[in-house]
């Protein structure tokens, strides 16, 4: 499990356009309002509060406290999806777990 108790997920409400090469001196930079991720929207700083089992359909639910004071519950299957969802969403890669190294020992899971 990568993403723990105290997580935060941030999507900023303005980003800008990423360009591609070198851009001319006088070029102008554009910003985009920002989408959000699911339940996840812009301007929002969301922090993971709990995860808990529901035994009824098998699923994981996902607590988030806002920054406004709110609670949102999120469902998930499996931890996996629950984390790509959080990868994205904070905007980065989820780490290799394949390949993991513990103090000088390295170890295929």
């Known amino acids: ?6 997580t935060e997920i941030y999507i900023p ?7 591609a ?11 985009k309002k920002a989408k959000g991720v699911g339940p996840f929207q812009p301007g ?7 995860i808990r089992m529901n035994n009824e359909n098998n699923s994981l639910h996902y607590t988030f406290n806002t920054n406004a004071g709110e ?8 931890v996996e999806e ?3 969802y959080i990868s994205v969403a904070r905007g980065e890669p ?7 190294n513990i103090g000088n020992i390295r ?3």
């Open 82 to 84: 629950a984390e790509k």
């Open 21 to 31: 090469g070198p851009q001319p001196v006088n070029a102008q930079q554009v910003t």
């Open 1 to 6: 499990m990568h993403y723990i108790i105290g």
């Open 94 to 100: 989820l780490p290799d777990k394949s390949n993991v």
């Open 107 to 109: 170890r295929m899971l």
């Open 44 to 50: 929002i700083v969301y922090q993971l509060h709990n």
């Open 71 to 78: 609670q949102l519950v999120a469902e998930f299957s499996s």
């Open 13 to 19: 409400e303005d980003r800008a356009m990423k360009s």
